[in-house]
């Protein structure tokens, strides 16, 4: 089991205890658990295998401890099982919505009986919700818009929810008898930010014993469907998996066909009825003699094209690039010379300036900006003048340290109202790298909006804007802005937009990236870490990244230290 899961488990754990009105110090002990093992490099799992004392973790007293290997030991928490039932599952799914906390979900229910997300909807239409002391009107508007992007999102899982039980998974279905290949489809593989279910195919030699090995996965909670070559379970995380065997020479034609997206298997085969041929799961065919399919190289060759790369098949204009050979070299991992956003224990984060910088240099990294935010009424716990000169003594003194590699002096400072930076030039200008970022008023018009941003693009003293357009994924929409407006600045100011690769963020998203880039715009991918193990979260920025065609030369963090430093100059 994942550190991130058993986090998650503790979290939900402190979110219904808030909601039952426990004690506050219970709840902030499992929240700076959850904390520390989504921060830590280490599987817990492989501590424990190893006999290692879990006590000696940040927040991890024994009793969390104990916890721990329950969870490890059963795959679930007793204690949290026992809360489920004494909350209903629809008053619990309102901590989805946005606007929403545990303490607020509490009082709905204690005052207006609320347990369930349409009784919330009628109660905010009928303005029952901002009569009550702490909400107001502008609470009320934001839960609304908050059911309704619910609604749009259905049941779907974060990338990276899925990407470890989809691992998991592959790692087990590795060792069934007879196995061959195993690989998962859909927009999974296309790395799509989130998934509503995981298509997985394989070939295998007796293709009934790996269905019946299939279903006996740990993580099963229901078999919906067993046959001979396909399969269909629901896992104890509500993820819905669909397993078929192929037969090895359809393997290339149902991974095309499976991994999608629809839009582009479409295109694809339009080409090929034009050329006389008919594509579907099981190869290409030129009348009844199947010509193709073995491989998805075979399959694009038969339509006189290279193997489009996953990430790009949403019928974008990969299909007409391709036919050109004008295919972007798409960025990779490997490309990233080091991370420019980050948080330290000088502000909201869990690890110190050192950790950060050995946790760096441990990825290879040549290169870091700390960039702890600026405060203000919207971020309180950050740095004030005072605070930010102390930060820039201790990085002076780690840079002698840990030479040559470098670290940026570096701030996230807080975009004000009116466009202004949330910090006073005299320290703005000591920085290597300032980020302008919004956290407050997302609510402007679309017009102040774009203004207010324009005004901070247009600083002198900020670089880069951070998670440009504010949204968290099926929490809260995106910032109404002019984009077009928004990149004619950057490109202008000769700045950068970035690629923020939290995965409840992930901001921009593929199509601005792609629009961005069209119009020359530069970027930075990077984690927003707020602790050390947070600095693997690069993949994801990459994933978006890649689905935003972006390659190389568009990222200013693939840079040499001496180019880096020219652009930022």
Not at 50 to 60: F, N, Q
Not at 348 to 363: F, Y
Request: proline letters at 4%.
């Amino acid at each position: 089991m994942q550190n991130r899961e058993i986090a998650a488990i503790f979290n939900e754990l402190a979110d219904l205890l808030e909601i039952k009105g426990e004690n506050p110090f219970k709840v902030r002990a499992y929240r700076n658990a959850a904390r520390t093992l989504e921060s830590i490099g280490k599987p817990v799992e492989e501590m424990v295998a190893e006999g290692k004392d879990l006590s000696i973790l940040p927040g991890i007293g024994k009793d969390l401890a104990e916890k721990i290997k329950e969870i490890l030991r059963t795959g679930k928490l007793q204690k949290l099982d026992n809360l489920k039932k004494e909350i209903p599952e629809a008053l619990r799914a309102l901590l989805s919505i946005e606007g929403l906390g545990p303490k607020r979900v509490k009082v709905l229910y204690e005052t207006l009986h609320i347990s369930d997300p349409d009784a919330l909807k009628e109660a905010a239409l009928h303005h029952e919700i901002s009569k009550l002391p702490g909400f107001g009107p502008k609470t009320e508007e934001k839960i609304l818009k908050g059911i309704r992007l619910l609604k749009q999102e259905g049941v779907r899982f974060l990338f990276a929810e899925a990407e470890p039980i989809v691992e998991e998974l592959i790692a087990y279905l590795q060792k069934a008898p007879g196995i061959l290949t195993i690989e998962a489809a859909g927009s999974f593989r296309r790395k799509k930010e989130t998934v509503g279910d995981v298509d997985m195919l394989c070939t295998a030699k007796e293709p009934p014993k790996v269905i019946d090995y299939f279903t006996k996965f740990s993580q099963v909670l229901e078999v919906i469907s067993a046959g001979t070559t396909r399969s269909t379970v629901v896992l104890k995380n509500s993820l819905q998996i669909d397993l078929r065997v192929v037969e090895k020479e359809s393997y290339g034609a149902a991974l095309h066909y499976f991994t999608g997206s629809k839009t582009h298997v479409i295109a694809i085969r339009q080409i090929a009825i034009d050329l006389g041929l008919k594509i579907n799961e099981y190869g290409v065919y030129q009348k009844e003699q199947k010509v193709a399919g073995l491989t998805e190289k075979d399959v694009y060759e038969s339509v006189h094209l290279p193997v489009i790369p996953p990430e790009l098949r949403e019928n974008r204009g990969e299909i007409e690039a391709a036919a050109k050979n004008r295919l972007p070299n798409l960025i990779t991992l490997e490309d990233i010379r080091g991370d420019l956003h980050m948080h330290t224990t000088y502000s909201d984060g869990m690890d110190t300036l050192e950790t950060m910088v050995k946790t760096a240099i441990a990825k290879n990294y040549t290169y870091i900006a700390v960039t702890d935010h600026s405060a203000t009424l919207a971020v309180v716990k950050g740095l004030d003048a005072q605070k930010a000169l102390k930060q820039f003594e201790e990085i002076e003194k780690l840079r002698e340290r840990y030479a040559p590699f470098h670290i940026f002096k570096g701030m996230e400072v807080d975009i004000l109202e009116d466009g202004s930076p949330g910090m006073e030039d005299d320290i703005l200008k000591q920085l290597d790298i300032a980020l302008g970022a919004i956290h407050s008023k997302f609510k402007l018009t679309r017009k102040a909006q774009t203004k207010r941003l324009i005004k901070a693009i247009q600083n002198p003293y900020i670089k880069g804007i951070a998670h440009p357009t504010g949204r968290l994924i099926g929490k809260r929409a995106p910032l109404e802005l002019d984009f077009k407006e928004i990149c004619k600045a950057i490109k202008e100011e000769g700045k950068f937009l970035e690629i923020n690769a939290q995965p409840e963020r992930l901001d921009l998203n593929d199509v601005l990236i792609k629009e961005a880039r069209e119009k020359g715009v530069k970027f930075s991918i990077a984690t927003d870490a707020h602790a050390s193990g947070q600095l693997s979260y690069m993949r994801y920025g990459i994933n978006q990244a890649r689905r935003g065609w972006l390659e190389k030369e568009d990222v200013v963090n693939t840079k040499s230290l001496e180019t880096l430093v020219k652009f930022l100059k």
